[in-house]
């Protein structure tokens, strides 16, 4: 019975000890911790702000990944373009040749979604959009550019003339017209693609090279070139 009770007092013993090494070990860490978030505040490294900051960095870069000529490329796409448009409409009832019809309804439905998404980006970068010009036609946007340094754009009386036609004098200028108006678009195009830094955009100026471009081709063959 004695040595029974021995041992049950040297289990009770140890029981506590351990227990004891275990608060003590628990208390330490806390203190641990405590002093090491203490040390982030005070030396500028705490990990909380660190993670925030991390996306707000990206957010930034994201946001400066468009350069000048991304700017520039865009505001003149977007009238070379609306005017591009607006004499396409034209041939829905003043042509003659349905290959032209067919020509105009490719164009209108390949630059209406570009002018959007040109605009949509000049919006992200809170740049004005160009204001829809109707000095030279009424109705028709972005109509009078003699004065315009963007290549290929036609004048006030160049769109006049063309509105004042019909048939086959119609097919015929509006070819020579677009043919014109593609190669100014696909000069635009180049410089952005060289010089652009925005990747949609750049983008964009490789499609509007290759498909203008095959379209200048298809338009020479029904002028007979």
């Known amino acids: 019975m004695t040595s029974r009770r021995s041992l049950s007092r040297r289990a009770v013993i140890l029981a506590n000890t351990a227990t004891a090494t275990v608060t ?41 990944s468009h350069n000048a000529q991304d700017v520039s490329f865009a505001q003149g796409m977007i009238p070379h373009h609306r005017q591009a448009v607006a004499m396409a409409g034209l041939a829905t009832t003043r042509a003659k040749s349905q290959q032209v019809k067919d020509l105009a309804g490719k164009i209108e439905r390949a630059q209406d979604p ?39 754009m036609m004048s006030g009386d160049d769109m006049n003339k063309l509105k004042d036609l019909s048939g086959d004098a119609f097919d015929k200028a509006f070819l020579r017209m677009m043919v014109s108006h593609h190669r100014g678009a696909i000069a635009m195009a180049k410089t952005e693609r060289a010089k652009g830094a925005y990747a949609p955009a750049t983008t964009m100026a490789t499609s509007i090279v290759t498909s203008q471009s095959s379209e200048i081709t298809g338009m020479d063959k029904l002028l007979g070139r």
């Not at 860490?29 to 990206?58: E, F, I, L, Y």
Request: glycine share 14%; charged share 15%; aromatic share 2%.
């Open 24 to 64: 003590v070990t628990a208390m330490l860490a806390g203190c641990g911790n405590s002093d090491s978030s203490s040390s982030s505040r005070h030396t500028g490294h705490d990990t909380g702000a660190m993670s925030t900051a991390a996306p707000s960095g990206t957010a930034s870069a994201a946001q400066g």
């Open 114 to 152: 570009e002018i959007n998404i040109l605009s949509g980006w000049l919006k992200q970068w809170d740049v004005k959009v160009p204001d829809a010009d109707t000095s030279g036609m009424e109705s028709m946007p972005g109509m009078d550019h003699s004065g315009s340094t963007m290549p290929g």
